[in-house]
Nanobody, 126 residues
Framework: QVQLVESGGGLVQAGGSLRLSCAAS????????MGWFRQGPGKEREFVGA????????LYADSVKGRFTISRDDAKSTVYLQMNTLKPEDTDVYYC???????????????????WGQGTQVTVNS
């Protein structure tokens, strides 16, 4: 049974930083592409970034490029999202998602991934 558990969310002032973690179980983690998405009330799930198997490459949404960094530790079956210079518009619930054999152009789509966690709330105060 696949399980993804996000942690590290919280309340932070604008300009601050947070590091989200997502621990995976029930999958061969190293074989999965991992993505981060976010979603607010009444909004569609939005792509934040993704990291391919082995961390060979990463892809980011324009809105977070240069501020957010994704990394993975396959030995710990964990993916991370380091978020710096946070803005109030980054306030959302953040989800990690796991997908297999996702082609590059499909990384930004939520329906390319087969599993996701329960999410962790990030709130950025101005």
């Amino acid at each position: 049974q696949v399980q993804l558990v996000e942690s590290g969310g919280g309340l932070v002032q604008a300009g601050g930083s947070l590091r989200l973690s997502c621990a995976a179980s029930g999958i061969t983690f190293s074989s999965y592409i991992m993505g981060w998405f976010r979603q607010g009330p009444g909004k569609e799930r939005e792509f934040v970034g993704a990291i391919t198997c082995g961390g060979e490459s990463t892809l980011y949404a324009d809105s977070v490029k240069g501020r957010f960094t994704i990394s993975r530790d396959d030995a710990k079956s964990t993916v991370y999202l380091q978020m710096n210079t946070l803005k109030p518009e980054d306030t959302d619930v953040y989800y990690c998602e796991a997908g297999i054999q996702v082609v590059q152009r499909a990384l930004v789509r939520h329906n390319s991934y087969t599993s996701w966690g329960q999410g962790t709330q990030v709130t950025v105060n101005s």
